[in-house]
């Protein structure tokens, strides 16, 4: 891959070593924040701020009136911009903490299994649904309002849980982009999914991925659009999509040399198929990535 030097900026966050979590209440009038990363996770509860974008590795999205979303990940870059934001008067709350003390072996325990499984998927950052922030922002409130350390850790601990337990979650990021492993499928999807990361960049036919896994074209068919919620042909297309929204981030090839190295022969379907995935267009994309904005 092109060496390049990412204009992604790595932000140095006020957490102390010496505390278990940072919490901060802003009111502002609009996002002027670059697109960046950090070494502790987050949590992000914007009111208030309707029309504004949200991006998260290779997810943009436009947002409502509320917004939670947790980044476990602390190579995903992610941001919020103006984008169509019809509000100047923008609540927020920014919750980071780092992951050490939350050790494996306490997240190994049994009280502690929906935190774990959480924290693993957020590593593609996820949103969680209206229902879920409505009943969580008490919670959300008391922390802005919290003044003891301990009792800010346990509200904290209560947050998490009550999140872990939502039943819609939604991932963000795509794995290819994310670069992160998703464990929780059965071994014939992980299989499958190895494969097709490894190979992505040239035509794989059904039955070929059929033999791999030792099941007829149509039992796999089936079997994998029921594991995954997709066709093989759609979730090649977002492997494909998000190896290429890798690397207009951190290489600088031209659009035209990743579109062929991404399995792409015909730029012409491959902008209209990345532009359906993604909103945008792949030079969009890149400009997103790459544009300044001031930091106050």
């Not at 900026?9 to 278990?20: A, R, V």
């Not at 919750?95 to 050790?103: E, H, K, P, R, T």
């Not at 409130?141 to 849980?161: P, R």
């Not at 992160?180 to 014939?188: E, M, T, Y």
Request: glycine share 4%; with cysteine.
């Amino acid at each position: 891959m092109t060496a390049f030097k990412s204009n992604v900026l790595h932000e140095i966050t006020p957490l102390s070593e010496g505390d278990c979590i940072y919490v901060i209440e802003r009111r502002k009038s609009e996002f002027n924040y670059p697109i960046h990363t950090h070494r502790e996770f987050e949590i992000n509860y914007i009111e208030n701020a309707a029309g504004a974008q949200r991006v998260v590795g290779d997810s943009i999205e436009e947002i409502g009136d509320y917004e939670l979303v947790l980044v476990a990940n602390a190579n995903l870059e992610h941001g919020w911009q103006n984008h169509n934001l019809r509000s100047h008067d923008i609540r927020e709350i920014t919750i980071q903490f780092s992951d050490d003390w939350l050790s494996d072996k306490l997240l190994d325990k049994n009280q502690f299994l929906s935190i774990s499984r959480m924290l693993r998927l957020g590593a593609k950052g996820v949103v969680f649904p209206l229902s879920t922030i409505l009943r969580v922002r008490p919670l959300l409130n008391a922390l802005t309002c919290e003044q003891k350390g301990f009792y800010l850790v346990i509200t904290f601990l209560s947050l998490l849980y009550e999140l872990s337990v939502s039943g819609e979650i939604r991932p963000l990021a795509s794995t290819a982009f994310a670069h992160v492993d998703d464990n929780s499928q059965s071994r014939r999807i992980r299989l499958a999914d190895a494969y097709l990361q490894k190979n992505f960049a040239r035509d794989i036919t059904l039955r070929e991925m059929a033999e791999l896994v030792n099941m007829s074209d149509v039992a796999f068919s089936r079997f994998f659009s029921q594991h995954t919620g997709k066709s093989f042909t759609d979730y090649l297309i977002d492997i494909r999509i998000g190896k290429v929204a890798r690397m207009l981030v951190d290489t600088s090839k031209t659009i035209a040399e990743i579109c062929y190295e991404c399995g792409y022969n015909n730029m012409s379907n491959f902008n209209r198929i990345f532009r359906r995935k993604k909103g945008c267009t792949p030079r969009e994309f890149r400009e997103m990535y790459r544009k300044k904005q001031v930091i106050v």
